[in-house]
């Protein structure tokens, strides 16, 4: 029960996506039942066995698929959020982050604008 009401105490936005209203890792999630239409249209109409067919294979190619991927992952962090990062890197090397507090931080950018970040309240 204390897990249920840690869940729900913590907003539904915050652990399932189709209530989340930005973008996480800067990548969308469009609906999945969407995303299966749109995949099953070559195979609309057919006969029962080779539309599940018609699943089987292309369930294959998108698990082998999504492995080689996965096996060029060097560390934790996937491939397109990786290159996220790098890209955001440079700038972020032109800035200085100052401890406030446990949860406070204060940014300094090159051209001196400040900025309060509080991780607790996100903000």
């Known amino acids: 029960m204390s897990c249920w009401n840690y869940i729900e105490g913590s907003g539904v936005a ?9 973008e996480r890792y800067n990548l969308m999630s469009s ?9 099953l249209l070559p195979a609309r109409g057919s006969p029962v066995v080779a ?21 060029r992952t060097v560390g934790d962090i ?6 996220e990062l790098m890209k955001r890197f440079k700038g972020a090397l ?3 982050v100052l ?7 204060e940014v300094v950018a090159k051209d001196g604008e400040q900025f309060h970040i509080s991780l607790k309240q996100q903000s």
Do not use: C, Q, Y
């Not at 609906?31 to 995949?39: G, H, P, V």
């Not at 539309?51 to 096996?71: D, G, N, Q, V």
């Not at 996937?78 to 290159?83: G, L, N, Q």
């Not at 401890?99 to 931080?105: A, E, L």
């Open 14 to 22: 915050n652990w399932s996506r189709v209530h989340f209203t930005g």
């Open 31 to 39: 609906n999945i039942a969407e995303s299966l239409n749109n995949a």
């Open 51 to 71: 539309l599940l067919e018609f699943i089987r294979k292309m369930l294959a190619r998108w698990f082998e698929s999504r492995r080689k991927k996965i096996s």
């Open 78 to 83: 996937p491939i397109a959020v990786e290159r």
């Open 94 to 96: 032109e800035m200085s």
């Open 99 to 105: 401890v406030v507090g446990s949860w406070d931080f």
